[in-house]
C-alpha cells in the first residue's frame, strides 16, 4: 500500500459542537470510536441539499433511521473521510489509535446493496482499481516514531482548611418528673 494521503483536519464550529451535544450518549460514543465526530467529506458532485434529498426519498427506512441518530450522519461516511480519533480529540496524542494499531485503518473496497427489508443482496465493489480507502487519524501528531509525551495532569491544589469556629454548648434540656409513674399492671386484677 502507498502512503495514505494526510488530509487536513476538520475544525468544528459553535453549530457543529451543539450538533454533537444534541446526539445521545451511546451513538456520541460509537462516532468517537469511528472517527465520524468530525468527518470531512470527500468533493461531491451532489449538492448538500441533493444529498438530503437522495437520504430522504431514496433511502431506505432503516439507512435513515441509523443515520438520524448520529451527529454528522452514520452512512455517509467512508473510512476515507473520517476524522480524528478519540484518544487525540481528548488530547491523549500519545494513545492515538492510529499509533497503536501501527498503521491507518483500511477499507476492503466493499460494500452492499441492501434489499428493501434491510438485509444485504449483492456484494458491490466500490473502488475496482483496487485503491485503499483508508483512515488515518487527522490529527497532525506523529503517527510513527517517538510517542508524543503524555501531558501532566492537571491537578487542582487543595486550599488549606480553615479554621471552624469552637461548637456552641448545647442548650440545658430540663425534665420534670411525672407525678405517678404509669403502671405496667393492675395490681388489684392479679390472683394471689
Keep these: 500500500m502507498s502512503a495514505p494521503i494526510r488530509r487536513p483536519q476538520r475544525k468544528l464550529t459553535d453549530e457543529d459542537f451543539e450538533t454533537i451535544n444534541r446526539a445521545a450518549l ?3 460514543h460509537g462516532a468517537l470510536i469511528m472517527g465520524i465526530v468530525d468527518p470531512v467529506p470527500n468533493p461531491s458532485p451532489m449538492s448538500e441539499a441533493e444529498g438530503a434529498w437522495v437520504r430522504e426519498h431514496v433511502w431506505p427506512e432503516h439507512f435513515r433511521e441509523i443515520d438520524r441518530k448520529y451527529p454528522f450522519g452514520f452512512q455517509r461516511w467512508s473510512m476515507c473521510e473520517r476524522g480524528t480519533c478519540w484518544n487525540c480529540l481528548n488530547h491523549r496524542c ?8 501501527g498503521g491507518p485503518a483500511v477499507d476492503d473496497n466493499t460494500d452492499w446493496v441492501w434489499a428493501p427489508g434491510g438485509f444485504a443482496l449483492a456484494r ?10 483508508v483512515w488515518w487519524c487527522r490529527c497532525p501528531c506523529p503517527k510513527t516514531g517517538e510517542a508524543p509525551a503524555k501531558p501532566e495532569r492537571r491537578r487542582t491544589v487543595p486550599q488549606p482548611a480553615q479554621e471552624l469556629p469552637p ?10 418528673a411525672p407525678d405517678t409513674h404509669p403502671a405496667l399492671f393492675d395490681v388489684e386484677l392479679m390472683p394471689q
Design 124 to 133: 458491490l465493489i466500490v473502488r475496482p482499481g483496487g485503491e485503499p480507502c
Design 167 to 176: 461548637p456552641r454548648p448545647a442548650p440545658a434540656v430540663t425534665r420534670r
Design 94 to 101: 500519545d494513545l492515538c489509535v492510529h499509533r497503536q494499531e
Design 26 to 28: 451511546l451513538n456520541l
